[in-house]
């Protein structure tokens, strides 16, 4: 009898995955169908703006990247995050109150607390977790959180983890806010939550006008900055000082991930009890490693050299503009305002994708954005311009744009 039960269990097992199966390859399937399969490339080099790709012959011109300031293979970057290896080691094995807080990481927080001229910093091992860790230590049922509908996907998340009243306001819309603001009004706390710059339109939050509203209303302000930070503003130090709202706005989540050296982790920046208590009650930071030495080594070096001079915060505007004009001069629609993400319109998910294939045959790595990344029918290639590139790369960029475009019936 024992023997009928156990094969019993085993078939039912077997059946169950196999259900699993089904339903996976189904799903699998739909989003092949539906031209939104999001392929990885392999590639062999490191980043920068030539790049081996797996696959591919050559070098090839890479316009998907981050990489705002190139500072992500940068010598004095590469060499401090080595450095920080030998003296640190590959890794704590441990959370930080454990035993996970090097003087590195003391270092670095207070170097970013500097860079953004707020009072504390607390480092996490990546923006995601920054996002998913704030909003429920930060806001309890009694109070209200007011969101852009088109916030980062980590920001949403983290919104859905905390126990505040939830108010979202259409994207960049002042009047919507106001409303919301009218409407939250019993609530204790209030946070208004915005990107500084949104990653997939590379558009720009009004946030004057959004810290007026806060201030008539008396909410506080919150802007993540990963497409900010480093490059935004006369000093670089992000949409809240080319806006001239620094002192208006109260917390800053960011990303090393991005201009400032490219590695990983994540940080906020803000006053300092919001910062110790998030110390206390922040569980992407009370349960997940510390930020490894060699990454912790070369995002200090990207800081040390931001702090030490503007040049490298104005190393990509003219780029970005150069890019701009010649596509739109080509008759390509580009999203979004004097930022290095230049997102070229195209609306059908399928033929972003095809062009972004055929863009890499002429050399040129690009990638095409379909839903659930951006909405149905936004198709797009985001185009990010590096610091790093030369004219000549983006004049050969957009000679590939035009050629490609032309063969798709984008442009005649
Ligand atoms: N917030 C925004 C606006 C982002 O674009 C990203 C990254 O794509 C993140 C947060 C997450 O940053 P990280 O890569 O450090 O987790």
Redesign the pocket.
């Known amino acids: 009898r024992d023997r009928i039960n156990y094969l019993h269990t085993v078939l039912s097992l077997a059946i169950s995955i196999a259900e699993a199966r089904t339903v996976l390859e189904h799903e699998l399937e739909t989003i092949r169908t539906g031209g939104t399969w999001k392929g990885e490339r392999i590639i062999t080099s490191k980043q920068g703006p030539r790049i081996n790709v797996d696959g591919s012959h050559g070098d090839i011109l890479n316009f998907c990247a981050n990489n705002y300031l190139g500072l992500s293979s940068h010598p004095q970057v590469v060499e401090a995050g080595i450095e920080a290896l030998k003296k640190y080691g590959a890794g704590l094995s441990s959370v930080r109150f454990i035993c996970g807080t090097q003087d590195i990481h003391k270092d670095l927080e207070q170097k970013l607390a500097q860079f953004h001229e707020r009072e504390d910093c607390i480092l996490y091992a990546?923006?995601?977790d920054a996002?998913a860790g704030l909003f429920e230590v930060l806001l309890g049922p009694d109070d209200a959180v007011l969101s852009d509908e088109l916030n980062?996907a980590?920001i949403i998340d983290g919104i859905r983890l905390c126990r505040a009243k939830r108010f979202r306001y259409k994207h960049m819309d002042l009047n919507d806010l106001e409303t919301q603001l009218k409407e939250s009004q019993s609530s204790r706390l209030r946070l208004v939550v915005t990107?500084g710059v949104f990653?997939m339109d590379g558009d720009m939050a009004p946030l004057k006008g959004i810290c007026d509203l806060a201030e008539k209303y008396g909410a506080m302000v919150f802007i993540?900055e990963?497409?900010a930070t480093g490059f935004m503003g006369p000093r670089g130090r992000g949409t809240d000082e080319l806006l001239g709202v620094m002192d208006r706005v109260h917390i800053v989540n960011s990303?090393l991930?991005k201009a400032l050296g490219g590695a990983?982790?994540?940080y906020t920046v803000g006053p300092k009890p919001l910062i110790d208590l998030l110390r206390q009650r922040s569980r992407p930071y009370l349960f997940s490693n510390s930020l490894p030495p060699p990454v912790v080594g070369c995002a200090t070096r990207a800081v040390e050299l931001l702090l030490a001079s503007n040049e490298i915060a104005q190393s990509v505007g003219d780029k970005t503009m150069r890019f701009r004009n010649k596509m739109t001069e080509a008759g390509f629609t580009i999203s979004g305002s004097d930022h290095p993400i230049c997102p070229v319109m195209l609306g059908d998910a399928r033929l972003a994708s095809l062009m972004a294939d055929d863009m890499l045959k002429l050399g040129v790595y690009v990638i095409g954005f379909s839903y659930p990344v951006v909405p149905k029918g936004k198709a797009r290639i985001r185009v990010q311009i590096s610091a790093a590139h030369t004219d000549q790369d983006i004049d050969r960029a957009v000679d590939a744009f035009i050629q490609t475009g032309r063969k798709h019936g984008v442009v005649s």
Do not use: I, L
């Open positions: 990546s923006c995601f996002n980062h980590s990107d990653s993540d990963c497409h990303t991930g990983a982790g994540g």
